[in-house]
């Protein structure tokens, strides 16, 4: 080859790793602009559920005031502030023993409680859980009814099996029932509808205890059922029996509510009820809580869209365990279409609920160098394989934004209803006292659901918020009491402190 050729040649070689570089750099270019993208989005995210102490505030004072609002009239709020004519909570001193029934599900239980007469006194607990027939789901009322009842029979027979009290020795009973109820006294309630796949239709606008009541009589049992309750109310009872300075309860799970307790002079829609403690029980419903202070964005906003009850349920939706996990998921399907970081876009991201708040947790909670749990996740559930550790990283930043948002509006809710009857320093939502006048006193929440004991991180941003909000010196006075099986336990103590007098009533350790 002459010179001009290795000339010729030399220039072309040059020219091709120009166009190889000019390839890689491009290459790399357009990885930054996605990266950039991708980190766009998340301050997006990040910016759309920003919960400043300031914004918190803002929720908490809306919180009090629809509280104060649906006390005043039905319809008057948001929130529903349901009656439950529970004016009498356990006090410790209970004794006997008591039965409680939860139907809430495609299971329901049975319990029975030994209750040894001194606080926190729970001597014996037994339960069985029984399997509900399918068909029973959508026959009649007698016909569910009447299974539950012989359910319950043979429990008391085999958990009474020797006892020196006859089937027909009265017990007393209560029950839980996780529908929709519109109660009419401590131990009465009228069905509203269904949920939970339960389509019993002559039952709806029916006297719930009442049915159950004739189903215990038909199969020749002598129990009164004295207390008809929800969970979140079993918690309070629960919490209060342990603790007697408990005066709310909250529920952070698959689903949220709250309940407290309130003076009778200021439940202004009830006038004329008297109650000899002074105060009832108000069930808040607080998942349908709303206001313009809550920190809303565009993936919030399409959930709600399509969720089977638009506009509704909007705390819920924030802050509960069904919806977390697939707010993170419609986020991850926002970055992966914008850009390849997690490859093409998987099917499984598409999928609503796919990704449960368990799973968030985990990811969230993964201390791993490598993140390995993150990667398993991201495999298994959303096929989603082989992503880098960087976009590893970025999930669990995803992660971390939805909880903590959930965890501190959580927090600004328990804060409003303290709010309200004058637990958090400020004397009150009526009162014009500055902190420095109000004597705090000792207040204990008793607090129940997977999100809030097995979620460590949401667990500590709740309790953060809580300090934030009320500054050190109010919040150290504030104390949250797990609980466990509120709509059990809680159920057969508000028998208990409900129960009749009668002698004929099972009082028996």
């Known amino acids: 080859m002459g010179k001009v050729g290795v000339a010729v040649a030399a220039a072309g070689a040059a020219a091709a790793a120009c166009v190889v570089a000019a390839a890689v750099v491009g290459r790399r270019v357009r990885r930054r602009r996605k990266w950039g993208?991708?980190?766009?989005l998340l301050r997006e995210v990040d910016e759309g559920c920003e919960t400043s102490v300031g914004r918190l505030k803002q929720v908490v004072d809306a919180m009090a005031v629809e509280m104060h609002a649906g006390l005043a009239s039905e319809g008057g709020s948001k929130l529903r502030m349901l009656l439950t004519f529970v004016d009498n909570l356990p006090s410790g001193s209970e004794e006997g023993t008591y039965y409680a029934l939860h139907l809430g599900g495609t299971y329901f239980r049975m319990l029975r409680v030994k209750l040894g007469g001194q606080r926190s006194s729970i001597l014996v607990l037994d339960v069985k859980r029984q399997l509900i027939p399918q068909h029973l789901m959508t026959s009649t009322t007698e016909d569910l009814f009447d299974f539950v009842a012989s359910s319950l029979k043979e429990f008391i027979e085999r958990e009474e099996n020797g006892s020196a009290f006859p089937l027909?020795?009265?017990?007393?009973?209560?029950?839980?029932f996780s529908y929709p109820v519109r109660q009419t006294s401590v131990s009465s309630g009228i069905l509203i509808k269904w949920t939970k796949g339960f389509a019993v239709e002559d039952m709806v606008g029916k006297e719930v205890v009442e049915c159950l009541q004739q189903a215990l009589t038909r199969k020749g049992l002598s129990v009164r059922v004295s207390a008809l309750v929800n969970d979140t109310v079993g918690t309070l009872a629960l919490g209060h029996y342990h603790d007697a300075?408990?005066?709310?309860?909250?529920?952070?799970?698959?689903?949220?509510n709250a309940c407290y307790v309130e003076r009778m002079d200021a439940i202004i829609k009830c006038q004329g009820i008297l109650t000899s403690s002074g105060g009832m029980v108000v069930n808040m419903e607080w998942g349908n809580f709303w206001s313009s202070h809550l920190p809303r964005t565009s993936y919030d906003i399409d959930l709600d869209a399509d969720s089977p009850n638009p506009n509704e349920q909007g705390f819920e939706k924030m802050i509960s365990g069904m919806y977390l996990g697939d707010i993170v998921r419609r986020v991850l399907l926002r970055m992966s279409q914008e850009s390849d970081i997690l490859g093409p876009v998987s099917p499984r991201l598409l999928t609503p609920f796919i990704l449960r708040t368990p799973l968030v947790a985990t990811m969230h909670e993964d201390d791993s160098p490598d993140l390995a749990e993150v990667a398993k996740i991201l495999r298994d559930i959303l096929e989603i394989p082989d992503v880098p550790l960087k976009v590893r990283k970025l999930v669990v930043n995803v992660c971390d934004v939805v909880t903590r948002r959930a965890a501190r509006l959580a927090a600004a809710g328990i804060v409003g209803i303290l709010?309200?009857?004058g637990r958090d320093g400020s004397g009150g939502i009526m009162s014009g006292r500055?902190?420095?006048?109000?004597?705090?006193?000792?207040?204990a929440v008793a607090i129940e659901g997977g999100l809030y004991t097995n979620y460590s991180m949401f667990r500590e941003y709740l309790n953060e918020a809580m300090v934030e909000i009320l500054g050190e010196d109010v919040a150290k006075h504030v104390i949250f009491n797990v609980m466990e099986d509120g709509s059990g336990i809680g159920a057969s103590l508000l028998a208990a402190s409900h129960a009749s007098n009668d002698p004929d009533a099972v009082q028996m350790l």
Do not use: N, P
Not at 245 to 256: E, F, M, Q
């Open 37 to 40: 993208r991708v980190l766009g």
């Open 245 to 256: 300075d408990t005066v709310a309860a909250v529920i952070i799970g698959t689903g949220t």
């Open 419 to 421: 709010k309200k009857i």
């Open 168 to 176: 027909d020795r009265r017990r007393e009973l209560g029950f839980t």
């Open 434 to 443: 500055s902190r420095g006048d109000v004597k705090m006193r000792r207040t």
